[in-house]
């Protein structure tokens, strides 16, 4: 008898999901540019679309038949296939931005009346959405700083009497552009002090800072993995999209929603997608190799009062203490403190000639950018300060360049100062 063996992601995004025989033999996945399928039969359609809204369970075997690109695509599927694996998720809903898949499941998930408890700092998109939108329709939002949810936070929401109300847990892990650490387990078992039998407290996590590779929220006790694929999972510059990892039972209605709001990825994004998963892990691998180099120099610079790097928290904090338990890599994501204020940084950052100056992260090619003017730029003066987003602050995404070409550029460029 054949011994089983367990293939790597790595391995596996090279033909998971994927049977040649069913596209002429091609060695990669074709792109499935259609908007609709033929079926073979009337009964076949009939039972296609019995499956599609739910009006049966499955045969065993049985598989849900091709209808229409926005239900489903192969590009698609199998691209949610592989997703799923770096996770060890049960299932995958793909999407044409990260700001959709996070607003679906925070539409679908959540109801007038409910609390959504959140880190703090978030993306700006998110932060948008949860502050400007979300009480238009009913559901209030209570921030957290990171340490506080393994501190008082459960106290702080019994206090409000709003424990009852709590619905989500949702955070972002390490904090973009500060790096600071929320624990995940201490969030799962904040969200379980709040869950009675008839009514479970989610956690969702946006996973986008450190990748399918680094960090598995889903083996830490979330119910979402959330991702803009554009980030690491592209890792081109080329593609917008997004991603939401879980259980079947909740990706069911996380896809369920998106057939109505019609925002799933179309098939040149799947295609694109599976095309970077292939060398995802080597690119990572690279870039958090170059990161750590580089922020070995920052910290020695005579001009550069402080970096923000995983790989610089001091043992026995409670940091540390976190990233030993969720991390398996310091990344590739850094953020240094610049001796002065935006005139420095702006000067430094107008010198560099290699490093682009860009928003977006995870991609090859090394980005810069100010987030006190930038990505962060609406978010209240008070609340940059308290999170510690200066005027000095400069945030760098480490690509997959030689590291001594790297350092030469901010080295050249911190000369000017």
Partial sequence: MENQHNYRPETLMMSYGYKPELSEGAIKCPIFQTSTFVFKNAEEGKAFFELAYGLREKADGEEQGLIYSRINNPDLEILENRLTLWDGAEDCAVFESGMSAITTV???????????????????????????????????AMGFVPGEESEGLLQRIKDAGLSDKLAMVYVETPANPTNALVDIAACRSLADACSTAERKVLLAVDNTYMG???????????????????????????????????????????KTLRTFLGNMAGPWTGWLLLRSLETLKVRMEQQAANAARVAEFLRTHPKIEKVYYLGFLSEGSREYNVYKKQYTS??????????????????????????????????????????ATMTHAGVSPEHKEQMGITEKLIRLSVGVENADDLIYDLNQALEQL
Wanted: with cysteine; proline share 5%.
């Fill in 330 to 371: 310091a990344g590739a994501m850094l953020s240094f403190d610049v001796k002065g204020g935006e005139k420095e940084a702006f000067r430094l950052i107008n010198k560099l000639r290699i490093i682009k100056l860009a928003v977006s992260l995870g991609s090859t090619e090394s980005l810069v950018q100010h987030p």
């Fill in 212 to 254: 399918p590779l680094w960090q598995h929220p889903l083996q830490l006790g979330a119910d979402f993995s959330i991702y803009s694929a554009t980030k690491y999972i592209g890792g081109h510059s080329d593609v917008i999209a997004g991603a939401v990892c879980g259980s079947r039972e909740i990706i069911l209605r996380v």
């Fill in 106 to 140: 925070l539409l679908e998930f959540l109801k007038p009346g409910d609390l959504l408890l959140y880190s703090t700092p978030l993306y700006g998109g998110t932060d948008h959405f949860i502050h400007h939108f979300l009480p238009k329709i009913g559901v209030n």
